[in-house]
């Protein structure tokens, strides 16, 4: 009956949380829905704070990544303006082989291989939480004090606590905004808005192509010094980025478009839905050559990509030392809480952003250092024996148990908060200025690049760290 932990969802947030739980010798149990672990998308990059979180997880997190990562081409971000002139608008250094990126397969498969197989469950698809003492209903056939989890095979699961990563559409926050106002654990459940707090995913009136082309393609349509390294093309109502991945092998593109729609809202029952390169060829028709170039390596056929994010219009934002912004609470705003009872939810489950500073995939990260470091001091109290293993002496107290974890993820509320609610916002400014929304603001290099600058720096330069500790 030691602490256990259950992880849903086996993306970037969940497996670098599942590395820093073994590492940390704390029991816990991976569940992922598909038959194994993969994910979706083309490529990513992961920002330095990002690499500072996975050096504090596990030294061999930071290695695999940097094993399985695109060496940079240059250290820098480059805009280009792609509408009119082609022209360099602004550089920003990124530090030496800093943000390195690649395929999000060969990322994730390089850190599921360090993961002992036995911690993961496959083909696992979560149907219910029960949480004893935290749910509106009282289930009379369960008499175990531990978090129940339903599965649609028809099986079950108990753990101490329930961390989800299970994406945008996540079943573990549908079981927070139910329970959260009639829980007296909800971090200040009193500024909760309404009975089912906390947004929906929010289509953000953007939408995108992912595609691979080879690189003897891309250097042949736009040439060696162009594909080798990561430049982004803006212009109005549009930005295009390349970056080389699998070791210089392939071009990543990323084509992100302003939805001309008169309406607001995603017209599928789906994020994704089929999608063709004439969509992008009309997006792009004025633009410049060398993106029209880009855009004739895509696929005749591709998946179109909603973009989403959990941005809250109406919520206050501060600063202070950890980046907490709302403090112990949730602030002026109507955000869902990222913790109730002993449920909590991760990476894009908790704060899902548009992907235009790069900083989801490491938001992710740093939650997963957060939780870790939490459910270390709960598994022992912060005490080791003289052999440097967990003293679970005192985990017969099952009471004692219960009120460490609703403490432990209250704090881990309160530290992610703030900081991760900021990032979606800029993320949405950063994409203002990609789009030329305000056209003088966006090519004038000295307008353009402090702006820019800054929403890049805030990202990077947390102390993550500190946050740890």
């Known amino acids: 009956d030691s602490f256990h932990v259950a992880i849903i969802g086996a993306g970037i947030t969940g497996v670098t949380l599942a590395l820093g739980l073994q590492a940390r010798n704390v029991s816990f149990t991976l569940y992922e829905r598909h038959s194994e672990i993969r994910d979706i998308g083309a490529g990513i990059g992961f920002s330095p704070n990002a690499e500072q979180a996975m050096q504090l997880l596990h030294p061999d997190i930071l290695a695999a990544f940097k094993e399985a990562a695109n060496p940079n081409g240059e250290d820098y971000f480059q805009w280009i303006d792609g509408y009119l002139s082609g022209e360099l608008i602004f550089k920003l250094h990124v530090g030496k082989d800093g943000f390195q990126g690649g395929?999000?397969?060969?990322?994730?498969?390089?850190?599921?291989?360090?993961?002992e197989p036995t911690s993961i469950q496959f083909g696992k698809v979560l149907e219910s939480i029960y949480d004893p003492g935290e749910d509106h209903t009282h289930d009379d056939t369960y008499n175990d004090d531990r978090v129940l989890l339903r599965f649609t095979d028809g099986t079950t699961a108990t753990a101490d606590a329930v961390i989800g990563c299970d994406g945008i559409h996540s079943r573990v926050r549908k079981h927070i905004n139910s329970t959260a106002t009639a829980s007296p654990t909800t971090p200040?459940?009193?500024?909760?808005?309404?009975?089912?707090?906390?947004?929906?995913?929010?289509?953000?009136?953007?939408?995108?192509?992912?595609?691979?082309?080879?690189?003897?393609?891309?250097?042949?349509?736009?040439?060696?010094?162009?594909?080798?390294?990561?430049y982004m093309y803006t212009g109005i109502g549009a930005h295009l980025l390349t970056y080389p991945v699998a070791n210089n092998t392939l071009l990543n593109i990323?084509?992100?478009?302003?939805?001309?729609?008169p309406s607001a809202h995603w017209p599928h029952p789906h994020t994704t839905c089929a999608g063709s390169r004439s969509d992008v060829v009309e997006a792009f028709a004025r633009w410049h050559p060398t993106v029209r170039a880009i855009v004739g390596l895509m696929p005749e056929e591709m998946d179109k990509w909603g973009i989403f994010d959990m941005h809250v219009q109406e919520e206050k934002e501060e600063d202070d030392e950890t980046g907490s912004g709302?403090?112990?609470?949730?602030?002026?705003?109507?955000?869902?809480?990222?913790?109730?009872?002993?449920?909590?939810?991760?990476?894009?489950?908790?704060?899902?952003?548009?992907?235009?500073?790069?900083?989801?995939g490491g938001m992710g990260v740093e939650d997963a250092l957060a939780l870790a470091e939490l459910m270390a001091e709960v598994d022992g109290e912060g005490e080791m024996d003289g052999e440097g293993e967990v003293d679970e002496g005192w985990v017969d107290d099952r009471?004692?148990?219960?009120?460490?974890?609703?403490?432990?993820l209250k704090v881990y509320h309160d530290v992610r908060y703030g900081r991760?609610?900021?990032?979606?916002?800029?993320?949405?400014?950063?994409c203002d200025l990609f789009h030329w929304r305000d056209r003088r603001a966006s090519t004038n290099p000295d307008v353009f690049g402090p702006a820019i600058s800054q929403l890049f720096y805030d990202v990077w330069e947390y102390d993550v760290e500190a946050m740890a500790k």
Not at 254 to 261: E, G, H, K, M
């Open 188 to 230: 200040d459940p009193q500024t909760l808005p309404n009975p089912n707090p906390g947004p929906l995913p929010q289509y953000t009136r953007k939408y995108c192509y992912r595609a691979l082309a080879p690189m003897p393609a891309a250097i042949a349509a736009i040439g060696s010094a162009k594909a080798q390294t990561r």
């Open 103 to 115: 395929r999000r397969s060969d990322i994730l498969e390089a850190w599921a291989k360090l993961i």
């Open 420 to 430: 991760t609610r900021r990032v979606i916002a800029d993320t949405r400014k950063a």
């Open 254 to 261: 990323l084509a992100v478009i302003s939805d001309p729609s």
């Open 326 to 360: 709302s403090g112990s609470g949730l602030g002026s705003g109507s955000g869902s809480p990222y913790a109730c009872g002993r449920v909590c939810v991760a990476g894009d489950a908790a704060h899902a952003a548009g992907p235009h500073l790069g900083a989801g």
């Open 399 to 408: 009471v004692n148990l219960r009120e460490l974890v609703i403490g432990a």
